[in-house]
């Protein structure tokens, strides 16, 4: 499966990251099959430098997204849907907080 995904680049402390597309099972720092853009969050503003044209590509020969590059590319209009949730709690976590607002 082809998977749309973020490869950190940059020094220690001072990240930015590659907009890369690359097997699944493979290491996202290894090799890939294009860049399609960079993102540099400490940037002020944060710059976002996609490839629109490539990643409307890949998403019609069927690449998957990850949930932060979802994120960011609803955020920036490039596709339309819902923002995903990126951290789900355990069912004995909630029961665990439930009791303490219950308390």
Do not use: C, H
């Not at 749309?4 to 590659?18: F, T």
């Not at 540099?40 to 998957?64: C, E, M």
């Not at 709690?89 to 219950?102: G, N």
Request: charged share 35%.
């Amino acid at each position: 499966m082809v998977i749309i995904r973020l490869s950190r680049v940059g020094k220690k402390k001072q990240p930015s990251y590659r907009l890369i597309v690359s097997e699944k099972s493979k290491d996202p720092w290894g090799k890939y099959l294009e860049n399609l853009g960079l993102y540099n969050p400490l940037a002020k503003p944060p710059v976002f430098d996609f490839k629109v044209d490539r990643i409307k590509y890949w998403l019609s020969q069927g690449a998957q997204v990850s949930d932060t590059v979802w994120n960011m590319l609803v955020e920036q209009k490039i596709i339309e849907g819902e923002k995903r949730k990126k951290v789900s709690i355990s069912k004995r976590r909630k029961e665990k907080l439930a009791k303490k607002q219950a308390s």
